[in-house]
């Protein structure tokens, strides 16, 4: 099927370890987006990619490992889960060539005990 | 550091009401200014869009208000329904570039019968 998809949408992590949210589109989009979305913040970009292996940092990077070795996907990693990072992860896909909409995924409902 | 002020957090609107969501600027290279409605447990989705150079644009019961020196715009849906019920978010961002982008906080609207 087309689209964005996130995997797993639910998923409950011990404080320390390491857990990968998986994001998978199947445009070839260029650019590629992660946000966490928590109530009065509204969503906040977390990284980014232009293309496959240019990544950069967003907003609030801190904590956070991102890769992009296939244009395809665009894995996100804690590499040390804190509590401060439940929340919804969501990722995001645009073309490239001035085309201004980004499509998101279900997201990732990420609980931190 | 809060760059796009919306409000408010939450809207009731009686069924073929108007419902009006507001937002304010700070940065004057904004030049794209995109609402998105979620609906729950979905991504957001893109609703309407607009650039600085036009005042207003409407799409069906959705009409975006642009005031440039005021840097503030407005979200108006027309003959709300139960359907329209979901969050919006109104965003801005410099050269249509998304990892440019912020996200304002956030209008949870419930359109009651």
Not at chain 2, 19 to 48: R, V
Not at chain 2, 64 to 71: L, M
Not at chain 2, 91 to 99: L, P, V, W
Request: charged fraction near 20%; proline fraction near 4%.
């Amino acid at each position: 099927d087309a689209g964005i998809t996130q995997s797993p949408r639910y998923k409950i992590t011990e404080t320390g370890r390491q857990v990968t949210l998986m994001c998978h589109q199947t445009w070839s989009h260029s650019y590629m987006f992660w946000y966490r979305q928590d109530l009065g913040h509204g969503l906040r970009l977390i990284y980014y990619s232009a293309a496959a292996d240019i990544t950069d940092k967003g907003e609030v990077p801190d904590g956070y490992v991102v890769s992009r070795s296939k244009t395809e996907n665009f894995p996100l990693t804690l590499e040390s889960a804190t509590r401060s990072q439940t929340s919804v992860y969501f990722c995001a896909s645009r073309d490239g060539g001035g085309k201004t909409e980004a499509f998101f995924g279900q997201g990732t409902r990420l609980t931190v005990v | 550091q809060q760059q796009v002020k919306q409000s408010p957090q939450s809207l009731i609107v009686q069924k073929g009401g108007i419902s009006i969501i507001n937002c304010a600027y700070e940065n004057t290279a904004f030049d794209y200014f995109p609402w998105y409605q979620q609906f729950p447990g979905k991504g957001p989705a893109l609703l309407i869009a607009i650039r600085p150079d036009v005042s207003e644009k409407k799409e069906g019961r959705f009409t975006i208000s642009f005031n440039k020196s005021a840097k503030q715009f407005s979200l108006h849906i027309m003959d709300s329904q139960p359907g329209d019920s979901a969050t919006y978010f109104c965003a801005a961002s410099r050269d249509g570039g998304y990892q440019k982008v912020t996200f304002g906080t956030g209008t949870k609207l419930q359109v009651i019968p």
